[in-house]
């Protein structure tokens, strides 16, 4: 099924190309044109993600994302700005209101997609996904269910959710700054030192059946999840 995405962009020669280009990567794509516009658009059934323009008229993007993050229905609904400014202080403004990332004009059409589907990716519960499994270490996202040589484990919601995003990235070495991005996400103010709390719960939770060992500090890089010793 397509993911429905709401194109806030007041200029029509923008916002058409934005529409065509995600149209034939299989977005059912809704358009606005101001703010009150895109405030009536923003009703059921939700978009999935909202493309959003810094400038508008009746109102800036910035007031509209922070408006959609109070309210209860539409504050999960992930949002990427779309702006011609680049200054590193509208940025995290553009973060701080509650925006998922951050596409600076111009960009190509390529970039915009990728851009989009890593935040779906990001942001989207993990429910529909097949169990992983690694050396007998077994996460299974609908039960959410972590077992080993089947036996159960606890873990904590932010155990869980790292331990997912490892098993899928395997392999990979990423950063403190790269593992908040995707596991907490990046309009969540966490300090760095909060990753080494998680990782030292989460290699407690595994141990003892052998799989402790899997997730790797790379000293001076960050962490790596890996069944090779």
Same mark, same amino acid.
């Given at each position: 099924?397509?993911?429905?995405?709401?194109?806030?962009?007041? @200029? *029509? $020669?923008?916002?058409?190309?934005?529409?065509?280009?995600? @149209?034939?990567?299989?977005? #059912?794509?809704?358009?606005? @044109?101001?703010?009150?516009? &895109?405030?009536?658009?923003?009703?059921?059934?939700? $978009?999935?993600?909202?493309?959003? #323009?810094?400038?508008?008229?009746?109102?800036?993007?910035?007031?509209?994302?922070?408006?959609?993050?109070?309210?209860?229905?539409?504050?999960?609904? $992930?949002?990427?700005?779309?702006?011609?400014?680049?200054?590193?202080? #509208?940025?995290?403004?553009?973060?701080?209101?509650? &925006?998922?990332?951050?596409?600076?004009?111009?960009?190509?059409?390529?970039?915009?997609?990728?851009?989009?589907? &890593?935040?779906?990716?990001?942001?989207?519960?993990?429910?529909?996904?097949?169990?992983?499994?690694?050396?007998?270490?077994?996460?299974?996202?609908?039960?959410?269910?972590?077992?080993?040589?089947? %036996? *159960?484990?606890?873990?904590?919601?932010?155990?869980?959710?790292?331990?997912?995003?490892?098993?899928?990235?395997?392999?990979?070495?990423?950063?403190?700054?790269?593992?908040?991005? %995707?596991?907490?996400?990046? !309009?969540?103010?966490?300090?760095?030192?909060?990753?080494?709390?998680?990782?030292?719960?989460?290699?407690?939770?595994?141990?003892?059946?052998?799989?402790? !060992?899997?997730?790797?500090?790379?000293?001076?890089?960050?962490?790596?999840?890996? &069944?090779?010793?």
């Amino acid at each position: 099924m397509s993911k429905k995405i709401l194109v806030v962009e007041d @200029e *029509a $020669p923008i916002r058409d190309m934005i529409k065509f280009v995600l @149209e034939q990567s299989d977005f #059912d794509v809704t358009e606005a @044109e101001d703010f009150d516009v &895109a405030l009536e658009a923003v009703v059921e059934p939700y $978009p999935e993600i909202i493309l959003l #323009d810094w400038m508008l008229p009746g109102g800036s993007g910035i007031q509209l994302a922070k408006k959609l993050k109070q309210h209860e229905h539409t504050k999960d609904i $992930p949002i990427i700005m779309l702006t011609a400014r680049g200054e590193e202080e #509208d940025k995290v403004r553009g973060l701080d209101a509650g &925006a998922d990332d951050y596409i600076t004009k111009p960009f190509s059409p390529k970039e915009l997609v990728a851009r989009i589907k &890593a935040v779906l990716r990001r942001t989207s519960p993990t429910s529909n996904e097949e169990p992983i499994s690694f050396s007998g270490l077994i996460l299974d996202p609908v039960s959410h269910r972590v077992t080993s040589h089947g %036996n *159960a484990l606890k873990l904590g919601p932010t155990e869980f959710k790292l331990l997912h995003f490892f098993m899928t990235h395997s392999e990979r070495v990423y950063s403190r700054e790269q593992l908040l991005d %995707n596991v907490w996400g990046t !309009n969540v103010y966490v300090e760095d030192r909060t990753v080494d709390v998680h990782i030292r719960r989460l290699r407690k939770a595994i141990s003892g059946h052998g799989h402790e !060992n899997m997730i790797q500090t790379v000293r001076g890089s960050g962490y790596r999840f890996s &069944a090779k010793q």
